[in-house]
């Protein structure tokens, strides 16, 4: 039978691949919750929600996420070529092809998320202080990247919507303004 | 009185930019019609404006042409500081901060757009060849990468929506199909 | 023993993956020739492997080469988790991770090197031609993108030899000019 | 006369543009020191100069460097077209380009520096904290994301040093071992 793309199947293979990594989507929506909180005041975890769902309907973003679990997954069942195996296994500081996945991560919602990614991936933030742990046998070179884009191009999102949503409030003042 | 950013006004001076440099949204969508035409059969003018609408609403396309046309203005009035003058002016060729600002709008649809876009500017196809006329006296070292990244944006959004499509057809002659 | 990277070895898989993928490096430099020929009158393929050697001596570069023949391997020996196996066997035009990975290669020499990048890749010039065929039953979704942004980042690198030449070339000459 | 470039101009340039910013090479050079001294032990400002020195000859960077300080400079002197006068004038934060170009610098060695830059230019550590003070008159959208840039590509430069060094000792000592 010939190929055909199922584009319900990739989301919900992603979605899966996220939860059986230990990731939840709450852990992520903290993260942007913490990226965000002095600039959208009275954000909450249920808008945070929404737009994040939008983020992981992208399917830029669900490629991704699956090449860099599935990476991650062969490393730590021991079963990549050498000396990628020991590369990504170790997480060697010279490797970044992590970074780069998780910069076309953030690029789908533009180049105001860049110093958000670097700036919660350094810090460790969170669910990336779990991801990083070296000691539980568990390979994660690529998911912490991953989570941390996620996170900054959701608060892109956000930050985006938040513009239009004062202009339009200020739009109805003045339109208020100019009725009276 | 507080600086506050009016996005309408930020989108229609994008579009007048681009009309006042010679481009018109017909020429971009031909470049979208020449990288489809093999892919998306039956493809029309008329759909292709919808989609580049849609490219061109977004805030990070507005921003990189705004820039890109800006600096091209100067250099064609000899207004900026030198060396970077003579660089513009004369479309230096180790110069990359117009492919640069060009990536950027590509992005926005992902990165299945960035063979398109390498591929027409070097073709130099349509609307293209004109703006890399280098004897009419006009400063085009900006818009030519901004114009090919514009159509490039639009044909990955294209085919996105094509995919979509098809899935949703194949998936009504399925249950059609249950339904015998 | 505590893990410690061996640069060496690095290089050296790295070289060998291409050739066990059917990548000579005689079939890269004839890309970067007939990319460059226009623009460098006289170029000989020996100063292209001169400057292809520096290209892949670089860390970032071998990373991608061996990230990305990893996952086409795989995808080969049908290992990979659904539905990346299937979006990799297939080449899915919506799946954008090869271009990720190549433009990470391409960006080493900077951005002069995009377009070159997409230009051979949608001429499917050489051996990318090769790479190519659907009908071998080998799988080279990342090699072929992976080829093209070498032979891509090899140009700039040469572009940036050429102008350095010339300058120095015409100092000496102006020097000569002044000793009369 | 025929354009010509000249690429000790161009250097020249940049250094001056950077100086009359109020950037010195101290200020910078203490940005790495700040983001290398965990990793490093025992790095000196003399090594990060010799490194940093290496970053700035690059022409990408130095582009990218010149073509955002002009940027600051016109909108300093309001010179620039709205919107995009009041846009950079307020480094709106939906505005991006700044980011962008600054991306290209860390570019230059690599993926393995997109954390650092993202890192510094939240925590706005050392002389980022001057280039982002709103109340001096003087304008640095473009200008701090740079500095960011050029500490973040230097530290990848010297990490990819380290490790050069790091396993040219371990190769002496277990050649001295063999000797026993």
């Not at 939860?19 to 913490?34: C, N, P, S, T, Y």
């Not at 339009?168 to 303004?177: F, N, P, R, V």
């Amino acid at each position: 039978m010939k190929y055909s793309l199922n584009s319900r199947k990739v989301a919900e293979a992603t979605e899966q691949c996220l939860k059986e990594r230990g990731v939840k989507k709450r852990d992520i929506a903290e993260l942007v919750l913490f990226l965000q909180k002095d600039y959208i005041p009275g954000l909450t975890l249920e808008e945070v929600y929404g737009h994040m769902e939008r983020v992981l309907a992208k399917r830029e973003v669900q490629n991704a996420i699956l090449t860099g679990i599935q990476l991650d997954v062969l490393a730590e069942q021991g079963k990549l070529m050498q000396p990628l195996q020991d590369i990504i296994y170790n997480d060697e500081p010279l490797y970044g092809c992590d970074e780069i996945l998780a910069l076309s991560i953030v690029n789908v919602y533009g180049s105001i998320g860049f110093t958000n990614y670097g700036y919660i991936d350094k810090k460790k933030q969170g669910v990336l202080s779990m991801l990083n742990d070296k000691n539980d046998g568990k390979i994660h070179t690529f998911l912490d990247d991953i989570v941390g884009a996620i996170a900054a191009a959701t608060s892109s999102k956000i930050a985006h919507g938040y513009q239009a949503e004062l202009e339009k409030k200020q739009l109805t003042e003045s339109e208020d303004a100019n009725n009276i």
